[in-house]
Nanobody
Framework: QVQLVESGGGSVQPGGSLRLSCVVSGSCFSIFYMGWYRQAPGKERESVAFITTGGATTYADSVKGRFTISRDDAKNTVYLQMNSLKPEDTAVYYC????????WGQGTQVTVSS
């Protein structure tokens, strides 16, 4: 059984920064990629950033230049560094591990407001 636990969410003013962490326990037969999704109230869940086993990254256009995904294999952790946060970034952020089944964390709330 694979478990993912997100942390690092909170409330921040526009222009501020947060770093989300996702700690993975258990094991995958084969890891395809890890990533982050988010879902704002009344909106569909959307992809934010992904990182492959080889380290290649991809970002949603809305966060390019502001967010950075990374991982620390020794700590079994994937991170999402979020800078220059905007109110539009307010959402619950979920960690995803595809291995090859999709495994999800419980989510962590990010609120960006004045």
């Amino acid at each position: 059984q694979v478990q993912l636990v997100e942390s690092g969410g909170g409330s921040v003013q526009p222009g501020g920064s947060l770093r989300l962490s996702c700690v993975v326990s258990g094991s995958c037969f084969s890891i395809f990629y890890m990533g982050w999704y988010r879902q704002a109230p009344g909106k569909e869940r959307e992809s934010v950033a992904f990182i492959t086993t080889g380290g290649a990254t991809t970002y949603a256009d809305s966060v390019k230049g502001r967010f950075t995904i990374s991982r620390d294999d020794a700590k079994n952790t994937v991170y999402l560094q979020m800078n220059s946060l905007k109110p539009e970034d307010t959402a619950v952020y979920y960690c995803l591990l595809k291995c090859p089944r999709e495994n999800w964390g419980q989510g962590t709330q990010v609120t960006v407001s004045s």
